[in-house]
């Protein structure tokens, strides 16, 4: 009765390493992805707090004289990268000033890198590079 177990011994602790293995993966499959998710989040945050800092910079000159509010591009550059700076956390940023409609707008692409705690035990990358973009116009008061 005891030679049948002899040549099954082993076939559990088998099976229960690679079903482990695959409970793992499912777990850092959720747990960082749910952290590049709020990366992502953040990213899109960070783009439209900046986004909106830089708005806030008209040309005071132009204002003052009772001409159009337009976006400063040097101080809301400025702004921008003040404001990223002290979020920390950004990897990198752009800002361009489209026009749309005759308006100068204020356009931000932010990148944050994420780090992976666990996938990079499977061999994949271990950080990955998200992107946040956000658009923000001087609002004048008129419709």
Same mark, same amino acid.
């Given at each position: 009765?005891? *030679?049948?177990?002899?040549?099954e011994s &082993? @076939? $559990?602790s088998?099976? =229960?390493a690679?079903?482990?293995t ?9 747990y ?6 709020r990366s =992502? %989040?953040?990213?899109?945050n /960070?783009?439209a707090?900046a986004?909106r800092? *830089? ?5 005071r000159? %132009?204002a003052i004289e009772g001409g159009?509010?337009k976006?400063?591009?040097a +101080?809301?550059?400025n702004?921008?990268a ?5 979020a920390g956390g950004?990897? +990198?940023?752009? $800002?361009?000033f489209? #026009?749309v409609n005759g308006e100068?707008q204020?356009q $931000?692409h #932010?990148?944050?890198t994420?780090r @992976?705690?666990?996938? &990079? /035990?499977? *061999?994949?990358?271990?950080?990955v590079? $998200?992107? *946040?973009?956000a658009?923000a116009?001087? /609002?004048?008061g008129a419709?």
């Open positions: 009765m005891t *030679g049948g177990r002899a040549s &082993g @076939r $559990v088998l099976f =229960l690679v079903a482990m695959g409970v793992l993966m499912i777990i850092s499959l959720a960082d992805g749910a952290g590049q998710m =992502l %989040q953040r990213a899109d /960070l783009a707090e986004a800092s *830089g708005g806030q910079m008209i040309d000159a %132009q159009p509010k976006i400063d591009e +101080s809301a550059r702004a921008v003040s404001y990223l700076r002290a950004v990897a +990198s940023h752009e $800002v361009s489209p #026009v100068k204020i $931000v #932010v990148r944050i994420y @992976r705690n666990l996938l &990079g /035990l499977f *061999g994949l990358k271990n950080s590079t $998200v992107t *946040g973009e658009t116009r001087a /609002l004048t419709p």
